[in-house]
């Protein structure tokens, strides 16, 4: 099996690299907390094209294809960077779908003069709860009651949460002005394949993040001196190190396998998505506490950029829930919903 990028994806890879290199640096994010959200960033992202690229070509976007988005998105999560460019993209090709009922709002969200976001949990409620960048966004499009709404947010109707992620997140109460896109089963359906989207991209910035986690780690590793020797050279540091890196490996192929099934398998896409995010967060989450506890106490300081990672992946994971959500999704796909 060939793994190697095309030159093209070589490319697309290096310039969002170099981007959020120049962009995203570690002060950058710390300057951004505690809402999360760099406009200076978000403003380089939309040069970029970051949202156009989500769109087909009939829609006037660049038809980027599902694994091309997941390349950029793991270099989203090696930069931790404070932008919701998942959500945005997820959401932009659920307005495409949407046809004329949402041509207006992707016309606007592709121009860069609103920000649309995507809120990944299904409710029955009247309020969305922790909508990924649903503090900073001007609409946000949700499932609601078997319906598919664009839910435009503003002061009234949007209640901030404070998180130890530091993620622009917000509570949104759905009014009477929510835009309709779509109902019952074309609703359901036209969701499901944004949830998958949303869960295979994340998956692919978790196992972003978590190689960067451990590379922090393996470089401190190198430089702390205890006994007269490189802390790295105890088995203790060593081994938990290289089981991450190990899983943070096999979760950037989970992750990519689950982008690749969009075109080549897609009677599997929403079993392996769901896969991708459970292993993909798991991963994540044991890197970045294996590093942070290598880093010892420094680990814990705001100056240290382990605990950027520590936290960030953690928030990113739970806007949808925990692995075992995933997983359950994943036993629905495979054998089909239990009915209560």
Known sequence: MDLSLSAEQGQLVD??????????????I????????????????LETGAVQMAVGEAAGGW????????????????????????????????L????????GLLAEAMAGDNLVSFAPRVTHERVLGLVPAGAVA???????DERLIAVPVGGENRRLVQNLGSLPLADI???????VLAEGDEARRMFSDALDLWLALTSSALAGAAKKAVEL????????????APIGSFQAVSHPLADSATAADGSRLLAFEAACAFADEPERVTELAAMA???????ARDATQRSLHIHGGYGFAMEGDIQLYYRRVRGWAMVYGESAVALDRVADARYGVVAN
């Open 30 to 45: 710390r300057a951004a907390e505690p809402l999360g959200f760099d406009p200076r960033l978000w403003k380089a992202l």
């Open 63 to 94: 038809g980027a294809s599902e694994l091309e988005l997941a390349l950029v998105a793991e270099q989203y999560g090696r930069a931790v960077a404070s932008a919701p460019v998942i959500e945005a993209q997820v959401a932009a090709r659920l």
């Open 277 to 283: 995010f459970a292993f993909a967060y798991e991963a």
């Open 173 to 179: 109460t759905v009014e009477d002005d929510a835009v």
């Open 15 to 28: 310039s969002f690299a170099a981007m959020y290199a120049r962009e995203s640096t570690s002060e950058r």
């Open 96 to 103: 495409a779908r949407s046809g004329d009922a949402g041509a």
């Open 138 to 144: 001007d609409a946000v499009v949700a499932l609601v």
């Open 217 to 228: 780690g393996v470089e401190y590793a190198k430089q702390r001196q205890a006994f007269g």
